[in-house]
Nanobody, 122 residues
Framework: QVQLVESGGGLVQAGGSLRLSCAAS????????MGWFRQAPGKEREFVAA????????YYADSVKGRFTISRDNAKNMVYLQMNSLKPEDTAVYYC???????????????WGQGTQVTVSS
């Protein structure tokens, strides 16, 4: 069982930066690949980024590649999403999630946080 709590969302102007954090409970955090997803109003949830259990490999959606960076600290049970050069279209609720395998498919993720709102003004 893994419990996830996101933080770090907020309101930022276009071109600005935010760093999202996700705190995980439990001793088995390092056994899970981690991902970030987002859902904008009226849209389906979409994949943003994923990282392997050890953190040695990362994968990004094309829409955020070069602007967002996912990282993790297994000693602290934390995963992060550094978001730079933010655009209004990045506005969404952002969720972190844990999966037993490294994947971009949301239905493969077993545990989800409650989400944190990111709003980018133009």
């Amino acid at each position: 069982q893994v419990q996830l709590v996101e933080s770090g969302g907020g309101l930022v102007q276009a071109g600005g930066s935010l760093r999202l954090s996700c705190a995980a409970s439990g001793r088995t955090f390092s056994r899970y690949a981690m991902g970030w997803f987002r859902q904008a109003p009226g849209k389906e949830r979409e994949f943003v980024a994923a990282i392997t259990r050890s953190g040695d490999s990362r994968y990004y959606a094309d829409s955020v590649k070069g602007r967002f960076t996912i990282s993790r600290d297994n000693a602290k049970n934390m995963v992060y999403l550094q978001m730079n050069s933010l655009k209004p279209e990045d506005t969404a609720v952002y969720y972190c999630a844990a999966a037993r395998s490294y994947t971009v498919r949301d239905f493969d993720y077993d545990y989800w946080g409650q989400g944190t709102q990111v709003t980018v003004s133009s």
